[in-house]
């Protein structure tokens, strides 16, 4: 019974909208896969048939519903010089072997690294992807004349008008049809979805890569694949994240590094290219209701059945539609609270957003932002942490014994505060270093606290360390050298 209410609440919840909002994706793929194709230096039909492929198995295997897989361009500027190379059969050797890697990736749990992508850095990579979005669409306005900029005006205003008569049906399908039929009627010239490149007429075929199955092969085709896996993976995870938070729903995370990887390595035997999730065409799906596996899966098949049965209609669409479509995904791709969250937020936190903004659009590379932005986040949240330590000293009535309480965690930004609070000079005999606030975290820290024993001792003092934690205690236990010749008491 339990199975049966799953299965309906990832399928069959809404499905008029479901297959809406997957017909409109399934649109506006096609101009996406024609260009990352290009990019990638492929045919056109290497794109559409991954897109297909990719967005039919993560719908039944990944781990994140109302998502929409397919090829990318963070996947597709990272093939260019394999096939350059070596031609494109070790193109799809290298998606097959991608997608191993990523099902290895996710069996070994890898999704969970998500816990350490900051709220900044997410901020930062949505409206840096928003940006590449709307910037993508600049070139379609080069050369064009007043026609193209008047009909994505007049496609912007059904988008956001015409939900005021209804919300049944997702206005920006609306838009793609009225427009299409508009410029059909009235004989305006745009460029069409045909002019992007040729749509395939034939369904794709399962056939092995025609590669040597050798070391040598390997060797060539792994360094692409891991790149492709890790890219991947990291835009799939970032944008399943992002959907979490529109849909107020969780996700596997390991499940989907599997759906990908299960995905791509299917891809690469239908003549199809790498590639991952797609925070563009999973914002259409979601905004134009979709939120069950349902609308992924028709996507996929709608896609299909469009560049392979109606590729002659297809072919007709205006640009101007489609780009109407990706600059409201912009627009509301974007987190314009952002702005505002500048004078609230640590600067911090605004550094590390921007930076993950500015490196993302100068280098068109989502991972070395993100990369960046994690690498800002930890080295703030070390130094933050290392604030949060103090070394107090208390000498006896007597004179003839000092006591050290430290405070805080300990560990490889701190260790050095440590060492630099001890006085090792004019010392009474017995010095107490009490442990009982602190926290050691790393080897590090059990370094520092090595070093004060030892440069202590040089000076004859008896030094007694008390007050350890067990962790600490255990730690010092295994990785300490200081134990001979003193007293370490765990309490």
Same mark, same amino acid.
């Given at each position: 019974?339990?199975?049966?209410?799953?299965?309906?609440?990832?399928?069959?919840?809404?499905?008029?909208?479901?297959?809406?909002?997957?017909?409109?994706?399934?649109?506006?793929?096609?101009?996406?896969?024609?260009?990352?194709?290009?990019?990638?230096?492929?045919?056109?039909?290497?794109?559409?048939?991954?897109?297909?492929?990719?967005?039919?198995?993560?719908?039944?295997?990944?781990?994140?519903?109302?998502?929409?897989?397919?090829?990318?361009?963070?996947?597709?500027?990272?093939?260019?010089?394999?096939?350059?190379?070596?031609?494109?059969?070790?193109?799809?050797?290298?998606?097959?072997?991608?997608?191993?890697?990523?099902?290895?990736?996710?069996?070994?749990?890898?999704?969970?690294?998500?816990?350490?992508?900051?709220?900044?850095?997410?901020?930062?990579?949505?409206?840096?992807?928003?940006?590449?979005?709307?910037?993508?669409?600049?070139?379609?306005?080069?050369?064009?004349?007043?026609?193209?900029?008047?009909?994505?005006?007049?496609?912007?205003?059904?988008?956001?008008?015409?939900?005021?008569?209804?919300?049944?049906?997702?206005?920006?399908?609306?838009?793609?049809?009225?427009?299409?039929?508009?410029?059909?009627?009235?004989?305006?010239?745009?460029?069409?979805?045909?002019?992007?490149?040729?749509?395939?007429?034939?369904?794709?075929?399962?056939?092995?890569?025609?590669?040597?199955?050798?070391?040598?092969?390997?060797?060539?085709?792994?360094?692409?694949?891991?790149?492709?896996?890790?890219?991947? @993976? =990291?835009?799939?995870?970032?944008? $399943?994240?992002? &959907?979490?938070? /529109?849909?107020?729903?969780?996700?596997?995370? *390991?499940? #989907?590094?599997?759906?990908?990887?299960?995905?791509?390595?299917?891809?690469?035997?239908?003549?199809?290219?790498?590639?991952?999730?797609?925070?563009?065409?999973?914002?259409?799906?979601?905004?134009?209701?979709?939120?069950?596996?349902?609308?992924?899966?028709?996507?996929?098949?709608?896609?299909?059945?469009?560049?392979?049965?109606?590729?002659?209609?297809?072919?007709?669409?205006?640009?101007?539609?489609?780009?109407?479509?990706?600059?409201?995904?912009?627009?509301?791709?974007?987190?314009?609270?952002?702005?505002?969250?500048?004078?609230?937020?640590?600067?911090?936190?605004?550094?590390?957003?921007?930076?993950?903004?500015?490196?993302?659009?100068?280098?068109?590379?989502?991972?070395?932002?993100?990369?960046?932005?994690? @690498? =800002?986040?930890?080295?703030?949240? $070390?130094?933050? &942490?290392?604030? /949060?330590?103090?070394?107090?000293?208390?000498? *006896?009535? #007597?004179?003839?014994?000092?006591?050290?309480?430290?405070?805080?965690?300990?560990?490889?930004?701190?260790?050095?505060?440590?060492?630099?609070?001890?006085?090792?000079?004019?010392?009474?005999?017995?010095?107490?270093?009490?442990?009982?606030?602190?926290?050691?975290?790393?080897?590090?820290?059990?370094?520092?606290?090595?070093?004060?024993?030892?440069?202590?001792?040089?000076?004859?003092?008896?030094?007694?360390?008390?007050?350890?934690?067990?962790?600490?205690?255990?730690?010092?236990?295994?990785?300490?050298?200081?134990?001979?010749?003193?007293?370490?008491?765990?309490?």
């Amino acid at each position: 019974m339990r199975n049966i209410r799953n299965f309906r609440h990832d399928w069959l919840t809404n499905v008029p909208t479901e297959l809406l909002s997957g017909a409109l994706v399934a649109l506006a793929l096609i101009p996406e896969a024609i260009g990352f194709s290009i990019v990638a230096g492929v045919d056109p039909k290497i794109g559409l048939y991954a897109s297909f492929s990719i967005a039919a198995v993560t719908a039944i295997l990944g781990g994140r519903r109302a998502m929409i897989s397919a090829a990318t361009a963070s996947t597709a500027v990272l093939m260019g010089p394999l096939v350059r190379e070596h031609g494109i059969q070790y193109l799809f050797a290298a998606t097959v072997l991608m997608g191993v890697l990523q099902v290895i990736a996710g069996v070994a749990k890898l999704g969970l690294v998500m816990k350490f992508v900051s709220r900044s850095v997410m901020t930062g990579f949505v409206n840096a992807l928003a940006i590449l979005i709307f910037m993508a669409q600049l070139p379609q306005f080069v050369g064009a004349g007043w026609n193209m900029y008047a009909m994505v005006a007049a496609g912007l205003a059904v988008i956001y008008l015409f939900p005021l008569l209804t919300k049944r049906v997702p206005s920006a399908l609306v838009s793609i049809v009225l427009l299409t039929a508009f410029t059909l009627m009235a004989g305006i010239r745009l460029r069409t979805v045909g002019d992007m490149g040729h749509l395939p007429s034939s369904l794709p075929v399962f056939a092995l890569p025609q590669v040597p199955f050798t070391w040598e092969t390997l060797q060539i085709i792994f360094p692409y694949s891991l790149a492709l896996a890790a890219v991947g @993976l =990291l835009e799939s995870l970032l944008t $399943a994240q992002i &959907v979490d938070d /529109m849909t107020d729903t969780p996700s596997n995370k *390991s499940r #989907e590094c599997v759906g990908q990887g299960a995905a791509n390595f299917i891809t690469g035997f239908l003549g199809g290219m790498g590639g991952c999730a797609m925070i563009g065409q999973s914002v259409i799906n979601v905004t134009a209701g979709g939120r069950t596996r349902l609308s992924t899966l028709f996507a996929g098949c709608f896609l299909l059945f469009l560049i392979v049965v109606a590729g002659d209609w297809v072919s007709r669409i205006p640009m101007a539609a489609l780009v109407a479509v990706m600059i409201m995904v912009s627009i509301s791709t974007f987190h314009w609270s952002s702005f505002k969250n500048i004078r609230s937020h640590p600067w911090q936190s605004n550094l590390v957003m921007l930076a993950t903004v500015i490196v993302v659009v100068a280098t068109r590379d989502l991972s070395k932002g993100v990369l960046i932005g994690v @690498l =800002l986040s930890g080295i703030f949240f $070390a130094g933050k &942490v290392a604030k /949060m330590f103090g070394v107090r000293l208390e000498r *006896s009535v #007597e004179g003839e014994a000092l006591t050290y309480y430290v405070t805080g965690q300990v560990f490889f930004a701190s260790s050095n505060s440590l060492v630099d609070a001890i006085d090792y000079q004019d010392v009474p005999a017995n010095v107490r270093i009490d442990l009982s606030g602190a926290h050691f975290w790393d080897v590090t820290a059990i370094g520092a606290l090595d070093t004060i024993v030892h440069k202590l001792r040089r000076h004859g003092e008896v030094v007694e360390v008390v007050g350890l934690n067990e962790a600490s205690a255990s730690m010092v236990e295994r990785f300490g050298t200081h134990h001979p010749g003193t007293r370490d008491v765990a309490q």
